[in-house]
Nanobody
Framework: QPVESGGDLVQPGGSLRLSCAVT????????IAWFRQGPGKEREGVAC??????????YYKDSVKGRFTVSRDNAKATVYLQMNSLSPEDTAVYYC????????????????????WGQGTQVTVSS
């Protein structure tokens, strides 16, 4: 099961780096995605790094392009989400989720594509 960390309270314009650690798997064979659910909002896919069967392709939700960067360290079995220029609209519980093998790119940020989910980490952007 993925385990998220790094959530915190940050001021608007600030940065955070979230981590998603996975155990007992070879991370290279897995797609890892970041989702978030803000207060009163539906869960949405934010960013993902796909498995080696997808050549580790990366996708982002439009609203975070240029601000968020997802990366993976297969040797450390960890995926990161670097978040810059944060705004109050980014306030949410952030989850990471995993799925083994190939994934059709059209479904890369769909929650139903992923099998194992972490417990989430809270990100609050406020002055």
């Amino acid at each position: 099961q993925p385990v998220e960390s790094g959530g915190d309270l940050v001021q608007p314009g600030g940065s955070l780096r979230l981590s998603c650690a996975v155990t007992d798997i070879d991370l290279g064979y897995y797609a890892i995605a970041w989702f978030r659910q803000g207060p009163g909002k539906e869960r949405e896919g934010v960013a993902c790094t796909l498995s080696n069967e997808n050549d580790h392709a990366i996708y982002y939700k439009d609203s975070v392009k240029g601000r968020f960067t997802v990366s993976r360290d297969n040797a450390k079995a960890t995926v990161y989400l670097q978040m810059n220029s944060l705004s109050p609209e980014d306030t949410a519980v952030y989850y990471c989720a995993s799925r083994k093998g190939y994934l059709y790119p059209d479904y890369a940020l769909a929650s139903r594509s992923y099998d194992d989910w972490g417990q989430g980490t809270q990100v609050t952007v406020s002055s």
